[in-house]
């Protein structure tokens, strides 16, 4: 049966690099949950504007159907899927073996590694509304953010391939 490894979490914890970092290692697919954003949604991050749950259905179904369009690969995704009903619908539909995973680290060193972080339409100030959100399920895996990008790769690998 096909796997999806489904990275969730703030914007600036990881999601990303881990995410292709793993995809490499186990040779899965990627998907990339950022490519999906409308122009309209990336308009208003850029300008400081978080978006609503209307924003966020758009961009949950076109991942959806990115997801049923390749049914046939094992998955990563990095996607911040931050409430329940995100998550719900991202996999609305999808039978597969679902593995979650969430990246957790303090707001300050979150709120850093934005601020550093070059050519990306979110902008650091708007850390906090993602932090007011987030619901954190007690079906996932947590990961501290600290942990290097190797170990938390191997900690995903343990996970769903024993």
Not at 147 to 162: A, G, R
Request: proline letters at 1%; one cysteine or more.
């Amino acid at each position: 049966m096909q796997k999806i490894i489904i990275l969730f979490g703030v914007s600036g914890s990881g999601k990303s690099l881990i995410g292709k970092k793993l995809s490499d290692n186990l040779s899965f697919e990627f998907i990339e949950g950022d490519n999906f954003h409308s122009t309209d949604n990336i308009k208003k991050m850029k300008t400081n504007i978080s978006l609503n749950d209307i924003d966020r259905e758009e961009w949950l179904m076109s991942i959806n159907n990115e997801l049923k369009n390749n049914l046939d690969k094992d998955i990563v995704i990095a996607c911040s899927v931050l409430k329940e009903d995100y998550r719900k619908k991202l996999i609305s539909g999808i039978n597969a073996n679902i593995f979650w995973f969430c990246l957790k680290g303090e707001f300050k060193l979150i709120q850093e590694r934005l601020k550093n972080r070059k050519n990306h339409f979110f902008q650091s100030d708007l850390l906090q509304s993602q932090f007011d959100i987030i619901e954190y399920p007690d079906y996932c895996n947590f990961i501290n953010i600290t942990e290097s990008p190797q170990d938390i790769v191997k900690f995903i690998k343990h996970k769903i391939l024993k």
